[in-house]
């Protein structure tokens, strides 16, 4: 991974006062140094192995479809579900996507946050233990949000996400919403342990969450940051750049894409077969060593590219049949998916 990815992660640690993580559930995200560092996740994890109730929340933007920047983050939720049996909120985040101007329309929010919700359930969280979120929908959210408004000054919202007098003032608001997300276990069902997974990027809405949290009597949540991945071309996975891998993909994309990805490999297979590629700099690599193949025969694909014994052309293949074979699964699933099954998760008005 570039050093140019961890430096958001870095700079929360050198900052603003986040932690690296040391004790770590034997989880491969863990492992393989997916995840970077944190806020009392140590005070999380160990609630969560004296049997304390427990619970994650996890967002999820209501603009767009999901890719495989998302897996970590999903993958590190279904853990802590299958493993400890604890419930997850999913707050999908209509609302911000529309006075963002990410979307055109409440209407369209609402509709990708409904698929997205059908996704979610496909990609394999439990529906009798996970809680979906649309604000559209569960209108509860903003008087809970209304109380913790005001817990934090405009000057404070100004100072974390620079906005102007020009923007509209549902933006300034919408801390508030999101800190009703990540407090909301605490009033549901009485969950004050919750650990919330994020990009570091994502870290101003937390430390604003923590702070009204303390403010308003409520305990803080625990956050992991999860490393940015790289794109299919070594830098930054965004939409604008067109390197990032779509669920929604078809096998003859996904093929086309794990064919474009990086490569570490030399300028002909015979040089490569005697001085050996580079594991560090091909994308096709990190993927199935980082993402989808387990330790040793990871590792081992690892030796071998750098060895000589396997070339490029040869990994990506591997990464497009691995590509083809997960998210071809998953979009089977998703015709599985009712919507009795969808309703059943989302949170509504009593």
Known sequence: MKKSLLEDNEKLVRKFGAKKLKDAPNFYAFN??????????????????????????SGVNASGTLHIGHKVVFD??????????????????????????????QEKALENSIKLAGELLAYGFDPKKTFIIIDQIYTNIYNFAVKLSKKVTLSEIIASYGYKKE???????Y?????????????HAGIKNVLVPIGPDEDSHLRIARDIASRAGYTKPSVLHVTFLPGLDGEKMSKSRNNMISFEDDEKTLRKKANKAIS????????Q????????????CFYLSKLFLDEKDGNNLLIDYRKGKLLSGEVKKIFGDVLVDFI???????KKISKNDINSCLMKNK
Do not use: W
Not at 87 to 98: A, C, K, L, N, R
Not at 167 to 173: E, R, S
Not at 264 to 271: I, P
């Open 175 to 187: 801390p508030a919403v999101q800190s009703a997300h990540v407090l909301f276990p605490q009033i």
């Open 76 to 105: 590190i939720n279904l853990f802590f579900q299958k493993e400890f049996g604890i419930p997850v909120y999913i707050p999908i985040s209509d609302d911000e996507s529309y006075v963002a101007g990410k979307v055109d329309s």
């Open 328 to 334: 071809g699964d998953f979009q089977r699933r998703i």
């Open 264 to 271: 570490g490999g030399r300028d002909t297979a015979e040089e």
């Open 32 to 57: 393989r140094g997916l995840v970077y560092s944190h806020r009392d996740f140590d005070k999380f994890y160990n609630a969560l192995k004296n049997g304390e109730k427990c619970a994650i929340v």
């Open 167 to 173: 923007d509209n003032p549902g933006l300034y608001f």
């Open 273 to 284: 077969r005697k001085h050996g590629g580079d594991p560090e700099r091909d994308m096709a």
